[in-house]
T-cell receptor, first 115, second 112 residues
Framework: EAEVAQSPRYKITEKSQAVAFWCDPI?????LYWYRQILGQGPELLVQ????????DSQLPKDRFSAERLKGVDSTLKIQPAELGDSAMYLC?????????????FGPGTRLTVT | KQEVTQIPAALSVPEGENLVLNCSFT??????LQWFRQDPGKGLTSLLL?????REQTSGRLNASLDKSSGRSTLYIAASQPGDSATYLC???????????FGSGTRLLVRP
């Protein structure tokens, strides 16, 4: 069964350092989402791509976060510089398209700890 | 602004019990509602998806209902098992933006 792949699974970094996460969606899924989940809370959308274009980044802290999906397939989320409050689970999800009836499928996540 | 609330925040039941998890939302203009399961430190697994025009969906021992007008959904788990222990999240997708808005989840423990 096709899955969303993410790496790394765990990342520990010091504050002020740069960190990057990678996501490979299910083949054929045009829409890709990055979520942040703070412990004890539900995920919150950071950015949504339709193919290579950003369609929603209203909750992305643009002073330190950036995301790209250059060829409309895999995607990278970067944080520079990392802050203590960025410690969270970063989840990637994909779906066939945003306006369909279809579900979002989630990857295993990257657990970030900033020290 | 849409707000999604899940009650209770945590639940502990003995094995074999039937149980209901609740989800409420403030804006009824939703496109669909999705229930997820999350095991500790893991990603989300989709359980059931209910379109706004539907009243319920069933999968095995799980049944999800949707009352759009009152802003409520319930997830019914029949004959609970220790393997059902996890956090259950509901999320709504709005008509206007199609992004998922999540509740904070219900942490379920099924005791053997």
């Amino acid at each position: 069964e096709a899955e969303v792949a993410q790496s790394p699974r765990y990342k520990i970094t010091e504050k002020s350092q740069a960190v990057a996460f990678w996501c490979d969606p299910i083949s054929g899924h045009a829409t890709l989402y990055w979520y942040r989940q703070i412990l004890g809370q539900g995920p919150e959308l950071l950015v949504q791509f339709q193919d290579e274009s950003v369609v929603d980044d209203s909750q992305l802290p643009k002073d330190r976060f950036s995301a790209e999906r250059l060829k409309g397939v895999d995607s990278t989320l970067k944080i520079q510089p990392a802050e203590l409050g960025d410690s969270a689970m970063y989840l990637c999800a994909s779906s066939l398209d945003p306006k369909s009836r279809y579900e979002q499928y989630f990857g295993p996540g990257t657990r970030l700890t900033v020290t | 602004k849409q707000e999604v609330t899940q009650i209770p925040a945590a639940l502990s039941v003995p094995e074999g019990e039937n149980l209901v998890l609740n989800c409420s939302f403030t804006d009824s203009a939703i496109y669909n509602l999705q229930w997820f399961r999350q095991d500790p430190g893991k990603g989300l697994t989709s359980l059931l998806l209910i379109q706004s025009s539907q009243r319920e969906q069933t999968s095995g021992r799980l049944n999800a209902s949707l009352d759009k007008s009152s802003g409520r959904s319930t997830l019914y788990i029949a004959a609970s098992q220790p393997g059902d222990s996890a956090t259950y999240l509901c999320a709504v997708r709005m008509d206007s933006s199609y992004k998922l808005i999540f509740g904070s989840g219900t942490r379920l423990l099924v005791r053997p």
